[in-house]
Nanobody, 128 residues
Framework: VQLVESGGGSVQPGGSLKLSCAVS????????MGWFRQAPGSERELVGA????????YYASFVKGRFTVSHDKAENMLYLQMNTLKPEDTAMYYC??????????????????????WGQGTQVTVSS
């Protein structure tokens, strides 16, 4: 399984970015896919995820309507649209895909980042 992120960069507070993740070699027709982030000195945390078979969405509380996770099944792409960015959103952002299927949901382990394939990450910096 290969996950390749793109779209990171530097943006001013209040700006927007759209991250993309190209997924290849995934062994299931549907699964849990999502975005995590890790800031220096902090643990990796969930940003948002989607179960692609049902489009059920999961978001961290800090997202508060600012970010949107989406999936294009035909193109095997995962996206993270980020609006109203804040300096505290500065982090390395990682694309993830669930290693196992436990029904049409993202499992607690997957949402905790414990049962996933990972991309290499793309840096997002929010600064004036």
């Amino acid at each position: 399984v290969q996950l390749v992120e793109s779209g990171g960069g530097s943006v001013q507070p209040g700006g927007s970015l759209k991250l993309s993740c190209a997924v290849s070699g995934y062994p299931y027709s549907s699964g849990c896919m999502g975005w995590f982030r890790q800031a220096p000195g902090s643990e990796r945390e969930l940003v948002g995820a989607i179960y692609t078979g049902t489009s059920r969405l999961y978001y961290a509380s800090f997202v508060k309507g600012r970010f949107t996770v989406s999936h294009d099944k035909a193109e095997n792409m995962l996206y993270l649209q980020m609006n109203t960015l804040k300096p505290e959103d500065t982090a390395m952002y990682y694309c993830a895909a669930g290693r196992t299927i436990r029904g049409p949901i993202c499992t607690n382990d997957q949402l905790a980042g414990r049962d996933n394939y990972w991309g290499q990450g793309t840096q997002v910096t929010v600064s004036s």
